[in-house]
């Protein structure tokens, strides 16, 4: 590339889109790359500020923003992306299916990094419907050091993917009311009630319901009989409360399942359980999943439902963002709730 005054480019092949921005109204690349300027496009150009501009240098040794961003986005995932672009040295990567959004998040503060190239996304485990854009890449000059550039394009690609739509495969669902008042028919189950939207908006069924006393034993048993039944997930609803009579826990433990984490920093949601079973998810749910609109389930129901392990550290770093506002109006998952990890 050149840099040349405007006069002195006319006749030329620019070397990059020029933006054009006139507030409120327009936004967008009003001259293209490889455009040959023209004597009447001086106006427009002083109009936009622009006193210089680049034009193609067939020297070799340098990347163009176009070419490099083509690239960064073919390097950062598979065909689970749609890439839309470039424009104005951009790419963005939108999801070709449904799913549940994966970053490398070490990767993606390595590209940010350099100094050079950007991508800017959605928050980690955003719920992704066909067509959303997810992603969003470019170099920050127009051309860039070409041994430079290959060699970070190199290790991405030895660390990619950077991003990944895991499908929500997991879709036989079981789940287990528990309490003596719904046992005993003093309280109506409403559990399908509120439990099927949820599941159903990512594609899975409840293939497996059933009420319990405040036993252990029973909760136990039948956690057990729905795993070798061939439920996937796994729902508890009460009983993991301080008080004497909920068991649900000593219940989950009974099944001879594996205890991930007791207790979250997400409200509504602290006495949230987590545990396996012979590869299936167990989600111990408190009570207030019959109150409010948004709960801890909605921010691990997808990560089970996509077979996505569960950490004990990833319950915890949910502190951050993990404070629920209660809205007049809920707009999750277009809020900061469960955003923070």
């Known amino acids: 590339m050149k840099k040349l005054p405007i006069e002195e480019a006319i006749g030329k092949p620019l070397a990059s889109d020029i933006t054009r921005i006139v ?82 998040l070490a990767l993606l503060h390595e590209i940010n990094e350099t100094g050079d190239i950007i991508c800017s996304t959605l928050h980690q485990h955003t719920l992704c419907r066909v067509g959303m854009t997810v992603a969003a890449t470019r170099i920050i000059p127009v051309a860039m050091d070409e041994t430079r550039f290959r060699g970070i394009l190199e290790s991405i690609e030895n660390q990619a993917p950077l991003l990944r739509i895991l499908p929500f495969t997991r879709r036989k669902i079981g789940v287990i009311v528990t309490g003596e008042e719904v046992y005993s028919g003093r309280i109506p189950d409403s559990s399908r009630q509120i439990l099927t939207p949820k599941i159903e908006a990512l594609g899975g069924e409840i293939t497996a319901h059933t009420v319990c006393p405040d036993d252990a034993t029973a909760i136990g048993e039948a956690i057990g009989h729905m795993v070798r039944e061939g439920a996937e997930v796994i729902i508890t609803t009460g009983g993991l409360s301080v008080d004497p009579d909920d068991v649900t826990l000593e219940g989950i433990e009974k099944s001879g399942a594996t205890l991930v984490s007791y207790g979250s920093p997400i409200l509504p949601g602290a006495m949230f359980a987590c545990a396996y079973l012979n590869g299936t998810s167990i989600l111990g749910i408190p009570a207030a999943v019959f109150y409010f609109p948004t709960t801890v389930l909605d921010i691990f129901l997808p990560r089970a439902m996509a077979d996505d392990p569960i950490r004990r550290e990833d319950i915890v770093a949910l502190g951050h963002g993990g404070l629920c506002l209660n809205c007049k109006k809920c707009t999750y998952p277009v809020c900061p709730f469960g955003k923070g990890a």
């Open 23 to 104: 507030p409120g109204k327009v936004k967008g690349p009003a001259f293209k790359r490889g455009q040959i300027l023209k004597e009447e496009d001086i106006p427009l150009l002083k109009e936009m500020g622009k006193a210089h501009v680049y034009v193609l240098d067939p020297d070799k040794g340098y990347i163009h923003e176009d070419d490099a961003a083509i690239a960064l986005a073919n390097a950062y995932g598979g065909d689970e992306f749609e890439r839309l672009g470039p424009s104005e040295g951009r790419i963005n990567l939108k999801a070709n299916r449904r799913g549940l959004l994966k970053i490398n």
